[in-house]
């Protein structure tokens, strides 16, 4: 599998994950915070893997 595929996968992850933050950050602020840490964990893999 080449690793650009890998790289658009964390990146189609992070932003489903940005979108969970978005509908849940007025009801369970908890939820999000929690959301906000595994959008940044795929952000930073992305890069990572890409370099």
Do not use: D, H, N
């Amino acid at each position: 599998m080449p690793k650009e595929y890998v790289v658009i996968g964390l990146l189609a992850l992070a932003g489903f994950l940005i979108g969970g933050v978005y509908s849940t950050w007025k009801t369970a602020r908890g939820l999000a915070i929690v959301l906000i840490v595994l959008t940044l964990v795929a952000l930073g893999a992305a890069a990572t893997w890409l370099l």
